[in-house]
């Protein structure tokens, strides 16, 4: 996880397979909040809304914490992931008498928001000057080749 504050959200017996939550948890991992709600939007899967639901209630979540910066853009999604919850049993009529069982299958859903760190930008003490050796310019109609020659006749003279 990333310095900074960090919130989560769950929600708790979806009616969906972890697994099948899962493909779709895998397209947010690690992208900033604006981007995972945008990729949640237009995704194909009945469980991406439930999986936007949760995403919202996390970023609420940071935003209450103490030490939360007030800038939304800086939160990414930090993990997400689905557990599986309890499955409910049913009973499915079969030919001849028989039953079939059948599973309806839950999941937990978690996802979890962090702050990413401020970029720290190095700032020399002259900013404006350029401490490195300057490279000889080639004038114009003069060969490559003299160039080389004149760097090395420089190192050879001191």
Do not use: W
């Not at 017996?13 to 992208?31: E, H, P």
């Not at 992931?81 to 937990?108: C, D, E, I, W, Y």
Request: hydrophobic share 40%.
């Amino acid at each position: 996880m990333a310095t900074g504050i960090a919130a989560s959200a769950t929600a708790r017996y979806v009616r969906t397979s972890a697994q099948k939550a899962g493909l779709v948890l895998d397209l947010i991992r690690g992208k900033d909040v604006n981007r995972a709600l945008a990729t949640l939007k237009f995704t194909k899967k009945g469980i991406a809304d439930d999986i936007a639901k949760v995403l919202r209630s996390a970023i609420a979540n940071a935003q209450t914490k103490d030490g939360f910066s007030g800038d939304v853009d800086r939160l990414f999604v930090a993990a997400c992931f689905a557990n599986q919850g309890p499955s409910q049993k049913r009973v499915r009529p079969a030919p001849m008498g028989r039953a079939f069982r059948v599973l309806k299958r839950t999941a937990h859903l978690t996802v979890q928001v962090a702050e990413r760190p401020e970029k720290v930008v190095k700032v020399s003490a002259a900013a404006g000057e350029d401490n490195r050796p300057k490279r000889p310019q080639r004038q114009k109609g003069q060969p490559k080749a003299e160039i080389r020659n004149s760097k090395s006749a420089k190192k050879a003279k001191e």
